[in-house]
Structure formats: structure tokens, C-alpha cells
């Protein structure tokens, strides 16, 4: 059995030219919707309604958009946003992988790069993420990344292509260091 080995991934800021990449990774209506939970407008959203919306969030100074690379390849996306004023707990979100590379571990990794740098980095306490049930592939990849079920403070749940989408939150917290 041939397996191809994965390369270094490493995440970095994003930059307009990713738009592109992402906009085509979106490939069908329910994908958009369980990727941008309604966020953007239209659907097929575009490189161009990409970086609009990032550029909406220039001066919020606790969003991140980040990108991961596997050699000069662009493989992933996420966003980090603070959801708290003391910048203790992060939401993760705007998870994709290129389609050529999922199921394949890319989500997972990217995430612990991402949660590697949300607690290292950021020095946050938490980090959340949100899931829609009818999304398996994703929960699955975000608990193999680490994140446990969390209970909401309300369910939501979000009207989308004329049916109830339920929301399931899941979160991580940092690990204390062995000083503390």
C-alpha cells in the first residue's frame, strides 16, 4: 500500500490570493451552509465576498484569519475570533480543507496548529467551535482534534434550506503547566 507522507504544515495569516483556494473548496450549497452557518449571503460564495468580509473585520483587533500551508501549497483555513473582553476564549470557525485532502488527517492537524498557537500564543483558557449535526465528518475531525461536547448556554438552531440545522458546541481548554 502506497501512502503519500504528509509535509510540514504550518499556519499562517491569510492573504487575499487564499480567497480563491477556499471559494473553490466550497463545493455545494449544503457545504456552504454548514461551513459558513449563513454568514455570507449567496451561495456560490466567491473569492471576492471572501475578502470582503475580511476586510469588514480589519479594525476588530481579536480576529484572526489564518492559512494552513503544506509546502508552498495552500491546504486549509480557519478564522479565530476572541468571544470574551479579557481574550481568555477563542471560537474557532470558517473550517475548511481542500477537497483533494479530507478525510485524510489535514483537519486535524491544521487544528492542533491552530490550538497550538491559540494557547501558546494567544494564551487563551478556551477554545470553542461549533458543529451542525448533519455534518459528521466535521464533528469527527474536531474531537479527534481534541474538543469534547460542551453544554450551550441555549440550543440553537438555524433555519437553512428550509429545514432546523441544531448546532453542537464543542470546546478545549488549556492544560494547566505543571508550575501552576
Known sequence: MNKERHRA????PYKDCDAKYIAGWITSEK?????????YENYPVTAEAIITFYDGQKENDGFYEMTAEEG???VGHLIMRFVDE???ILRFGFVVVDNTRRGMGYGKKMLRLALKFAFEILCV????????????????CYRCA??????????????IMGEEWK????????????SE
Not at 483558557?125 to 469527527?140: L, R
Not at 448546532?167 to 505543571?178: D, Q, S, V
Open 72 to 74: 508552498n501549497e495552500v
Open 9 to 12: 504544515m504550518r499556519l499562517r
Open 86 to 88: 479579557e481574550k481568555k
Open 167 to 178: 448546532c453542537i458546541y464543542l470546546e478545549t481548554e488549556r492544560l494547566p503547566k505543571p
Open 31 to 39: 457545504m456552504f451552509y454548514q461551513w459558513s452557518a449563513g454568514k
Open 146 to 159: 481534541g474538543f469534547c461536547e460542551a453544554e450551550p448556554a441555549q440550543t440553537e438552531i438555524y433555519p
Open 125 to 140: 483558557d478556551k477554545v470553542t467551535i461549533g458543529v451542525f449535526e448533519n455534518n459528521p465528518a466535521a464533528y469527527h
